[in-house]
């Protein structure tokens, strides 16, 4: 068996995400999804209007505009 080692401690907040999808929702403004982002250091969340049908490639473009274009 090898040693244990400690994980590392983030430095700064949303180094470390948690991304979950609630789908099939009633549709809402053209959404019948939310994706939900939580920054695992602040306990801070993003919860982001989605579509049953996006592709993960979708998702990421949408994380990013919301996350990094954001004021």
Known sequence: MG???PLLIPE???D???I???SKLPE???YDAIMVVVNL???HGHFIPNHTTATALG???LYVMEH???G
């Open 3 to 5: 040693e244990l080692h």
């Open 12 to 14: 700064n907040c949303w």
């Open 16 to 18: 470390t995400v948690s």
């Open 20 to 22: 979950n999808f609630i």
């Open 28 to 30: 809402s403004h053209g």
């Open 41 to 43: 250091t602040g306990k």
């Open 59 to 61: 998702s990421v473009q």
């Open 68 to 70: 990094f274009m954001e």
